[in-house]
């Protein structure tokens, strides 16, 4: 826990982050685990545009109590269909490991905007709720429709987006087969954020599957408040707001200034739309992963092949297999991180599915130092990991979560767009 | 249903009983329940099931479009493990039955401690132990009951 210490971030802090980012290249990393960002130093956004939104990572609206770190997160806006009446709501997530804008309710709330729920294109007296599933637990709301607009870019029309219903007690409820999915993620600090910007590389957040069978995410519920499962066509899911830009919309970049191995009290970086489609967003000489049907490649480490991986800005930290490399034990969660007694070097093979492969070094810090050094004042670390277990039947993954952000340029090419004359869905940095 | 390997012999005609019924109202026996209990239980997965009878257990597989679950029965009929695979999560109330509420307690927990996770979520136990990962699109897991794996049996040889 690193409740103990929560002091207001210094000025002298906040200058360190933006000199990192503004001129500083690698010269402030002592060692951070992020060397061979080869495309940094040809992707300089200071001068803004458009297409570019600044990120911070920062306590954003955590609870001082929670263990929180590694958020980037961005400032978006959403307006009522076909009026102006409109709502922007800041610290919301960005997630390259989702698709689709959510937004909480409370954060909506004594806005001048009211998203009305999506009407059931199979039953108009209905309206579409969503159960979003994750790993331990799920988010419930209503689908809306919203124009969206990120920094200088607006959607072109209305987007499907979700509502999560924060209220103590939501109406409609979750129904038994969406709680099945674990506990109740609706609530700002479930994701320490006002919502989540999925902008990972493919368009709906579920796709053809939800579209065909009706599955325990899209439920169409009745006046009464009565919801069952029900398909609901691609058009109409919760979708990848960059997607529905009029421009820029084969995919986003992000970029993180680098930080210390000591991690930074604040993280600074960009979001960028579009790949290749102007002249600030050019693919260069990035190396390219191209990725299976679910958005996954391989990665080698430590003679494991690590066939599920993946570049996840919403994880806050690295998740691989490594049986060497000590637990945090009760210290810090139990068994969630790494806590090596000194700081590990590493290093992995990321190979994309038409074998394109790069090394990627890292390191990994005694989390618990990490977040107890410093007054507890850090918020971004470049070196925070921890296990991920593997399925024997389904393969390992590496989660490339946020610290691989810092001092890179990474890009997430849309499924089905072509992005620098090469197919979606890839990554690239 | 405790049958010395010459006597595998007889269970493909007891398993084509069971599918029979199951293929009429495909369902999930839970996590350290009865396979006995498949038909009679009320939450259906609507889906296809194939059952496949090993040489230590059986293994019954469920699917539901790009969805994949199956569970493993023990020789005297108790499922000593489940594993999951699809774009969504299966219905994980009914998969883990009564450990279900274990599997509620570990999340909250993690949730406290480690509010930024919810790509993962493991949990292991004396007697438990399940490993849920995944994100959209990519959701996978196994969970097992250490206690009534059968003898000789790994983990992760399951079929």
């Known amino acids: 826990m690193r409740q103990a210490y929560r002091w207001t971030v210094l000025p002298g802090m906040c200058l360190l982050a933006l000199c990192a980012l503004a001129a500083c290249g690698g010269g402030g990393s002592s060692g951070g685990g992020s060397s061979t960002g080869s495309t940094t130093t040809a992707h300089n956004f200071a001068a803004g545009g458009p297409n570019v939104v600044p990120i911070s990572v920062n306590a954003g609206p955590a609870d001082p109590s ?59 007296a209905n309206a579409i709720s969503e159960c979003l599933p994750f790993a331990d637990g799920y988010s419930w709301g209503e689908v809306a429709s919203a124009i969206v607009t990120i920094g200088g870019e607006t959607s072109s029309g209305a987007v499907p987006v979700q509502v999560i219903n924060d209220s103590s007690s939501p109406s409609p ?3 038994s087969t969406c709680t099945s999915d674990g506990i109740s993620l609706n609530s700002v600090g479930a994701f320490d954020a006002n919502g989540v910007l999925g902008i990972g590389p493919f368009v709906q957040d579920c796709g053809s599957g939800c579209a065909t069978s009706a599955t325990n995410v899209y439920y169409t519920c009745t006046s009464a408040n009565s919801c069952s499962e029900t398909t609901l066509p691609l058009e109409d899911q919760v ?5 529905r830009f009029p421009t820029d919309n ?39 992963l191209t990725t299976d049907n679910e958005g996954n490649f391989t990665t080698m480490f430590d003679g494991q092949t690590l066939g599920s991986s993946f570049i996840d800005s919403g994880s806050n930290g690295l998740y ?30 990321n190979q994309g599915e038409d074998g394109t492969s790069s090394s990627v070094p890292f390191q990994i810090a005694n989390l618990s130092n990490l977040l107890n050094d410093n007054n507890g004042s850090h918020y971004a670390f470049d070196d925070a990991g921890g296990p991920a277990e593997t399925i024997a039947q389904f393969g390992a993954y590496f989660d490339w979560g946020l610290p691989f952000f810092y001092g890179r340029t990474t890009f997430f090419a849309i499924d089905g767009a072509s992005a620098g004359g090469i197919s979606g869905p890839f990554y690239a940095y | 249903m405790k049958l010395n390997p010459p006597g595998r012999l007889l269970i493909p005609a007891a398993l084509m009983l069971g599918a029979i019924v199951a293929l009429a109202s495909p369902a999930l026996a839970a996590l350290g329940g009865s396979a006995d209990s498949v038909s009679a239980d009320s939450s259906a997965m609507r889906g296809q099931l194939r059952s496949t009878s090993l040489v230590q257990y059986d293994m019954q597989e469920i699917t539901q479009g790009a969805q994949t679950v199956r569970e493993y029965v023990t020789r ?36 406290r401690t480690n509010p930024g996770v919810h790509r993962q979520l493991n949990i292991v136990q004396s007697d438990l132990v399940v490993q849920s990962s995944g994100r959209l699109r990519a959701f996978r897991g196994l969970a097992y009951l250490p206690a009534l794996v059968p003898d000789g049996v790994s983990v992760d040889q399951l079929q």
Do not use: K
């Open chain 1, 173 to 175: 409820a979750a129904p």
């Open chain 2, 76 to 111: 005297s009929g108790q499922v000593f493990a489940v594993t999951w695979q699809g774009p969504v999560p299966p219905d994980l109330r009914q998969l883990l039955g009564t450990y279900f509420g274990r599997f509620q307690e570990a999340a909250a927990a993690s949730h």
């Open chain 1, 250 to 288: 084969n995919g986003v970049i992000v970029q993180l200034a680098s930080i210390s191995a000591a991690g930074a009290a604040t993280g600074t970086g960009y979001l960028v739309f579009g790949i290749g489609t102007e002249s600030n967003n050019g693919l260069g000489n990035a190396t390219v």
């Open chain 1, 66 to 124: 929670d263990q929180t770190f590694n958020i980037p997160l961005v400032t978006v806006t959403v307006c009522e269909p076909g009026t102006t009446s409109c709502a922007t709501i800041n610290d919301v997530l960005v997630d390259t490991g989702s698709y689709g804008l959510r937004l909480m309710a409370s954060a909506l709330a004594g806005q001048s905007v009211t998203l009305a729920p999506m009407a059931d294109p199979n039953d108009s």
């Open chain 1, 320 to 349: 691989f297999p490594d049986s060497s490399l000590a637990l945090c034990g009760q210290t810090v969660p139990a068994n969630e991180f790494y806590c090596p007694s000194s700081t590990a070097s590493l290093s992995a093979t």
């Open chain 1, 239 to 243: 979708a990848n707001p960059v997607a």
